[in-house]
């Protein structure tokens, strides 16, 4: 699976739009982008996922780039509770043994 | 979220003692996971499931080992604990092998 490069950290100022990138410059035809965060000590939350088109959901948006060598989750009106860890990685949907490979990830602080 | 339960929440016990940590969940997916997580390491897949019985190794399956012997239970067995195995170990459900997964609330394992 591709790997992918995230900043470490990043500052969000509450009620403003968060815009996480990531950088997936060897992504394959077939390999999806996923995002997850891990709030404090939490499990991983999935967020979104998409292979080449722009998906919206009830939490975030993904925006690919055409050539899908980025990508960027959108939180829309961060909220202090959106502090987390947020992953994005890169992974094909093989038949079995499907498992997501967690790097370390963006560090959002929402600011008040 | 996704009915997933994991048990004990929080386990202290000494080196050599056979441990069993539980995932339990009523989402009636197929799949189910075993991972840990590490500081610096990210979250690396133990062993997972893909029906009652149907088991597989993940990247770091040495020293566990698991059983599911109904759909909504997987069991994840340390034979004889190590300091090393000091982690917090994170289950995860999905629907089948093209979906998203969703995480427990994690198990926090010390060996002393």
């Known amino acids: 699976d591709a790997k992918t490069t995230q900043p470490t950290s990043m500052d969000c100022a509450e009620g403003r739009a968060a815009n996480l990138p990531c950088n997936h410059s060897?992504?394959?035809?077939?390999?999806?982008v996923y995002w997850y965060r891990q709030i404090h000590s939490q499990g991983p939350q999935y967020i979104i996922h998409?292979?080449?088109n722009n998906e919206t959901n009830e939490m975030a948006s993904l925006i690919i780039t055409e050539d899908r060598k980025s990508s960027t989750l959108i939180l829309p009106h961060a909220t202090l509770r959106d502090t987390a860890v947020y992953y994005c990685?890169?992974?094909?949907?093989?038949?079995?043994?499907?498992?997501?490979?967690f790097g370390p990830g963006t560090r959002l602080s929402v600011l008040p | 979220d996704a009915g997933i339960t994991q048990s004990p929440r929080h386990k202290v016990t000494e080196t050599g003692t056979p441990v069993t940590l539980r995932c339990h969940q009523t989402?009636?997916?197929?799949?189910m996971y075993w991972y840990r997580q590490d500081p610096g390491h990210g979250l690396r897949l133990i062993h997972y499931?893909?029906?009652?019985?149907?088991?597989d190794k993940g990247e770091v399956s040495d020293g566990y080992s698991v059983s599911r012997s109904k759909t909504e239970d997987f069991l994840l067995t340390l034979e004889s604990a190590t300091s090393s195995q000091t982690s917090v170990y994170f289950c995860?459900?999905?629907?089948?092998?093209?979906?998203?997964?969703?995480f427990g609330p994690g198990t926090r394992l010390t060996v002393t």
């Open positions: 995860a459900i999905s629907e089948g092998d093209k979906y998203e997964q969703y």
């Open positions: 060897t992504i394959s035809g077939n390999e999806y």
């Open positions: 998409g292979l080449k």
């Open positions: 990685i890169v992974r094909v949907d093989r038949n079995y043994g499907q498992n997501f490979v």
């Open positions: 989402e009636n997916h197929r799949y």
């Open positions: 499931s893909y029906g009652v019985k149907d088991t």
